[in-house]
């Protein structure tokens, strides 16, 4: 059964550090790995997706890294800024009967002080 | 182009009443599926259609139901609700065909749902 985990749970950091956020899983066999953004009460914001056969992906000031063989992923953020300030949610999908069923982690907590 | 759409926003229920919920996907999107959020337990799969057919099923008790139309927007409902369905409910679409990009899921603004 594929498990998602991410750490840290919470990440307080002042205004314009380059921070990184981890997410690992249990069974490499994913068809692609999703980074989102939850703000409070509201839905999810698509962030990246890096396709099973990629290594990772740029968007603007985030890079998002995988690494298959070690059940990993990184989600970098440069010059953070206090708009950054969200949950970011790693999820991978499973290419189990054609299904596009996510499994998420509990998310990265993170605040950015002005 | 439009979002997904989720209606309503907020409900409030009282226990044992049933409920339903609209999700409306991207345009020109087949796949949608439901997601349970709650503090405790995060984000858990409900359900999955494509195409009308049920493609997924999560770990949820038989209370928990969907169907999907042929213009691909899909309803869930819970019946004899208790305290603990209290939730966000989210709903994702994507275009549904296999491989990379095209199961890129978007998540509507979910239904936040209070049972009492």
């Known amino acids: 059964k594929q498990e998602v985990t991410q750490i840290p749970a919470a990440l307080s950091v002042p205004e314009g550090e380059n921070l990184v956020l981890n997410c690992s899983f249990t069974?490499?066999?994913?068809?692609?790995l999703q980074w989102f953004r939850q703000d409070p009460g509201k839905g999810l914001t698509s962030l990246l997706l890096?396709?099973?056969?990629?290594r990772e992906q740029t968007s603007g000031r985030l890079n998002a890294s995988l690494d298959k063989s070690s059940g990993r992923s990184t989600l970098y953020i440069a010059a953070s800024q206090p708009g950054d300030s969200a949950t970011y949610l790693c999820?991978?999908?499973?290419?189990?009967?054609?299904?596009?069923?996510?499994?998420f982690g509990k998310g990265t907590k993170l605040t950015v002080n002005p | 182009k439009a979002g997904v759409t989720q209606t309503p926003r907020y409900l409030i229920k009282t226990r044992g009443q049933q409920v339903t919920l609209s999700c409306s996907p991207i345009s020109g999107h087949r796949s949608v599926s439901w997601y349970q959020q709650t503090p405790g337990q995060g984000l858990q799969f409900l359900f999955e259609y494509f195409s009308e057919t049920q493609r997924n099923k999560g770990n949820f008790p038989g209370r928990f139901s969907g169907r999907q139309f042929s213009n691909s927007r899909s309803e869930m409902n819970v019946s004899t609700l208790e305290l603990g369905d209290s939730a966000l409910y989210l709903c994702?679409?994507?275009?549904?065909?296999?491989?990379?990009?095209?199961?890129?899921?978007?998540f509507g603004p979910g239904t936040r749902l209070t049972v009492l």
């Open positions: 890096i396709q099973s056969s990629q």
């Open positions: 994702a679409s994507s275009w549904g065909l296999a491989g990379g990009l095209y199961n890129e899921q978007f």
């Open positions: 999820a991978v999908q499973d290419p189990v009967g054609g299904s596009e069923k996510l499994v």
């Open positions: 069974d490499s066999a994913i068809y692609n």
